[in-house]
């Protein structure tokens, strides 16, 4: 039996209300039972900000996750809304066929680095390729916390592990993955930056089709030590802004240079930080990535959006209406009208 | 911004408002946590170490703790400090034996003290177990002084005060009775070691308008309950008038009340939020149907053929001048019908026995010159305290002066200077027990105040000294005491141990916590905190810059709960709850 107490519903007294009436006290879930210190506590800090910040109606949203420490944070926002802890890497599939059924509804998937990139690497590839509209946070840690610390897909070689051995296998980038298989949202942050963190999640909430954000998430247990890559020290150091990104939900807002307008009006305004980066070059942003990863050094910020992209439900011309809200007789037609589609495929 | 310093007492010490704002410093939290757990003796004498009568604070402090109370910033309303103190008081026990005592071999100092009420019982209560002869000079047949003849027994029960009394002059004080010091001459010519004036402020401020002296059914409000204490007026006339809204004013009326006053008026020149009578003194009143009249002005006695018949006043209104100083211009003239008046506009010290050549200086509006740290007068050996040494204050002052006289008259008797006090300590305890436990209750109660029942308007005026106050249920307690936000369990924080994780930030449930660059000053500080906060009498502490970033930890005081979640989610232990103890010094027994 834990002692812990639950964190007090009490707020502050001036903490504000967005435009539904709610404070950001009411995007929060219940207490996280992960170590104290962990990344993936942050994230879910950000996302509770994020969506107070884009006034989301909880009751609008839908959580799904996989298995790991990564895919528990659903539990610990947004209360009020709807969730699916799912089989271990099968979160994509859950979240496809969600979305598939009720198009209306906002969907963010969480997962870690051992979810997406190992036993669930399939699975990750075919939502990218299948273009859902989705926010997908990766928890990235470089270790499986929930089984004690071994190395995971995104541990770079050389990095120590708690013991003292050096990983001797090369990582997945799952950025890389994703500008590869046609993404057109991807981002990369850090759990201990919440100014850059909280926009990319706001302009991913807005992009209209997948959106994958990879998030250092140092774990404070097996990962946290001298000669770790994944450390929140290490990060700090090794970390590098190359773009900065600003989310304008306004439509009026006059659009500058660097700006991508969203297929709703909104705007993502990018600040380029580095000399010579090109957010909106697919190649030319993986060259960047590879060539700075030589260097030792992570790149961070809203990397690549294109507005071009076309979802899941603009590929297969599915119905406008969510499903729920189709009359029993349009939903299922009957007989009749099966035979008739069957006919039309012979 | 330089770090915050954290090994001055004050800083920790500020962080517990109700113990800065007390007078006397009484560790509000820690009393609370002991009535908690049943400890009711242990929290009496908590209690009695610093104020000296708890369960006469217990009913009538004037409670300078309970506007400080963070609790109310957090949901409106303070912990009910002042009755749990009773509740501590009521339920101790015998505790006769765990009470200082004086030693049977005395050190040869000889003190007289003038005035047998709170100041000079707490100078006896500091100085009878180092072994001084305490000589008191009480010109009533009794002690306590205005404890006794001013608040009414209905608010404070004679056997309450009784027994607080007789645990310090049963010491072995030699109290003098109906023995009025005449003469400080005399006095100074007895060959004391020292003299500590706390003969109160026991002369009623006169109200010299027309008719003033036309009837005998005016008097000085003090007077008027003295006369009620000693049992010389036994009723009142049906209709009263009570001049002035401090706290005499609300014992005047409700005293009134139960001597056959049916209409009882208390009448005040301004507005109600300048009123000088508690609040809660204000509600007791009105509770029993005593009318409050606002923005009157005494004019005149209307006195017809040598009976008094009412009081003209002129109606004001209130505005404010060019310099923003209020100003009021009169709408008209009105007469209130009464048959007896109460005048309670304010208390003034009179000196007539202190001689002007003695050494003691006095200043123009005739109040000795009195050091504020020492009590000493300009007369080497000669202290004031109380109401003696500035005016009209309260118990809880008056309690303080004494302990502060009597450091003084220690000091004075062995030949070190009376500027020399004797330093504040505090000790810092971890909390800690275990991941998820804390030697203290951590968790909010979302409790309300409660509400303490009176006896019904009925039954209480059916006998003057029948105690209004019922004091709080077990059940009631129980909910109380949990309100407290346990504020000397302090978040010390660590900088050196900080990987900034943020995960104190996450969890903070009132946005105390900020990560941030350092700044040039507070102002600028402030305004970039997680919650910007306007209230700037709450510090801001302050980390040295952290390992990682070089950036500052913040921590707005304002309202943090205490509950100890950023060091339960701190994986380092840089946040710790450490349990602050300040350690006050009293005459002769030094941290």
């Known amino acids: 039996m834990t002692t812990s107490i639950n964190k007090p519903r009490v707020h502050h007294p001036d903490l504000a209300p967005n435009a539904l009436g709610l404070t950001r006290r009411d995007y929060e879930g219940t207490m996280s039972t992960l170590c104290a210190g962990c990344g993936h506590d942050s994230i879910t800090a950000a996302i509770v900000r994020a969506f107070w910040e884009l006034s989301i109606p909880p009751y609008r949203v839908a959580k799904l996750s996989g298995i790991g420490c990564s895919s528990k944070t659903p539990t610990y926002f947004l209360r009020e809304s709807h969730g699916f802890n799912s089989v271990h890497g099968r979160m994509p599939s859950v979240a496809t066929g969600a979305n598939a059924a009720n198009r209306d509804l906002v969907y963010i998937g969480v997962s870690g680095d051992g979810d997406s990139l190992s036993i669930g690497l399939g699975q990750f590839c075919h939502l990218i390729r299948r273009n859902v509209k989705l926010l997908y946070l990766l928890e990235n840690n470089g270790v499986y916390g929930l089984t004690k610390g071994q190395f995971s897909a995104t541990a770079d070689i050389g990095s120590k592990a708690k013991r003292g051995e050096a990983n001797q296998q090369g990582p997945i980038d799952p950025v890389l993955v994703a500008l590869t298989l046609g993404a057109t949202f991807v981002a990369r942050s850090f759990s201990g930056d919440k100014e850059e963190l909280v926009p990319i999640i706001k302009a991913a909430l807005a992009h209209n089709g997948f959106a994958f954000v990879d998030i250092i998430s140092p774990c404070v247990t097996f990962n946290d030590h001298e000669g770790s890559t994944k450390s929140y020290a290490y990060s700090r150091e090794h970390l590098h802004k190359v773009v900065e990104a600003d989310f304008v939900p306004l439509r009026k807002e006059i659009v500058g240079t660097g700006d991508v307008t969203l297929h709703d009006g909104s705007v993502v305004r990018l600040r380029k930080v580095a000399p010579g980066y090109d957010p909106s070059d697919r190649d030319a942003v993986s060259g960047y990535l590879r060539k700075h990863h030589e260097a030792g050094e992570v790149l961070t910020g809203l990397l690549y959006q294109s507005a071009d992209g076309r979802d899941m439900h603009a590929i297969e011309k599915t119905v406008a209406t969510p499903l729920v809200d189709l009359p029993y007789e349009q939903l299922c037609p009957g007989g009749a009208a099966l035979e008739k589609l069957q006919r039309s495929f012979k | ?591």
């Open chain 2, 1 to 591: 911004m330089l770090p915050t310093n954290v090994t001055d007492p004050s800083y920790y010490h500020r962080v517990v408002d109700c113990q800065w704002a007390c007078p006397a410093h009484t560790n509000v939290p820690e009393y609370i946590r002991l009535i908690a757990q049943g400890r009711y003796a242990d929290s009496y004498l908590l209690n009695r170490e610093s104020n000296v009568f708890p369960g006469i604070l217990g009913r009538t402090c004037d409670r300078p703790c309970e506007p400080a109370c963070r609790r109310t910033r957090v949901d409106g309303k303070p912990v009910a400090i002042c009755r749990l103190k009773r509740v501590a008081a009521d339920l101790r026990g015998d505790i006769q034996d765990r009470l200082p005592q004086a030693p049977a071999f005395k050190n040869g100092k000889r003190v007289a003290c003038v005035g047998a009420g709170p100041s000079s019982l707490t100078v006896a209560n500091d100085l009878m177990p180092l072994g001084f002869e305490v000589v008191i000079y009480e010109k009533l047949p009794h002690s306590g002084g205005l404890m006794r003849t001013n608040i009414p027994s209905f608010r404070l029960p004679a056997s309450v005060l009784d027994e607080e009394v007789e645990m310090i002059v049963g010491m072995g004080v030699d109290v003098r009775y109906d023995t009025p010091v005449s003469s400080m001459r005399a006095l100074l010519g007895e060959g004391y070691d020292a003299v500590y004036v706390g003969s109160g402020a026991p002369k009623g401020k006169e109200l010299d308008i027309p008719g003033r002296h036309d009837s005998d059914q005016i008097h000085i409000g003090i007077e008027w309950l003295e006369s009620v204490h000693f049992g010389h007026i036994t009723t009142a006339a049906p209709r009263v008038l009570i001049i002035g809204v401090g706290n005499t004013s609300m014992d005047c009326c409700r005293t009134a009340k139960r001597l056959g006053g049916t209409d009882v008026k208390v009448i005040a020149r301004r507005s109600r939020r300048h009123f000088k009578a508690s609040p809660w003194e204000l509600a007791d009143a009105e509770e029993e149907q005593v009318e409050i009249v606002e923005n009157h002005a005494p004019k005149r006695f209307v006195v017809e053929g040598g009976k008094l018949v009412g009081m003209e006043f002129e109606v004001l209104q209130w505005g404010e001048d060019g310099n923003g100083r209020a100003m009021s211009t009169v709408q008209g003239t009105v007469i209130i019908p009464c048959d007896l008046v109460l005048l309670a506009i304010g208390q003034e010290n009179a000196f007539p026995w202190v001689e002007r050549d003695v050494g003691i200086s006095f200043d123009e509006k005739g109040l000795p010159v009195v050091d504020r740290v020492t009590m000493m007068c300009s007369r080497p050996g000669v202290f004031f305290g109380g109401d003696a040494a500035w005016g009209p204050e309260n118990i809880i002052w008056a309690v303080a002066h004494g302990h502060a006289a009597a450091i003084s008259i220690y000091n004075h008797c062995y030949g070190i200077a009376v500027t020399e006090r004797p330093p504040e300590g505090m000790t810092l305890t971890s909390s800690k027990m275990g991941i998820h436990q804390w030697s203290y209750h951590n968790d909010y109660s979302a409790a309300e105040r409660a509400k303490m029942t009176h006896v019904d308007l009925r039954e209480r005026f059916r006998e003057l000294s029948r105690e209004v106050e019922l004091g709080f249920t077990p059940e009631q307690t129980a909910d109380e005491v949990q309100r407290c936000l346990n504020c000397d369990i302090e978040t010390h924080f660590t900088d050196r141990l900080c990987i900034e994780c943020d995960a104190c930030i996450d969890i903070c449930p009132v946005d105390c916590l900020t990560i941030t660059h350092n700044g040039s000053n507070e102002a600028e500080l402030r305004i970039r905190l997680t919650a910007p906060t306007p209230n700037l009498s709450q510090p801001l502490f302050v980390s040295g810059p952290l390992p990682q970033t070089k950036r500052i930890m913040v921590k707005d005081e304002n309202i943090c709960l205490h509950c100890g979640l950023c060091a339960e989610r701190c994986p380092t232990a840089a946040w710790d709850m450490q349990e602050f103890d300040l350690k006050l010094s009293y005459a002769g027994r030094s941290v």
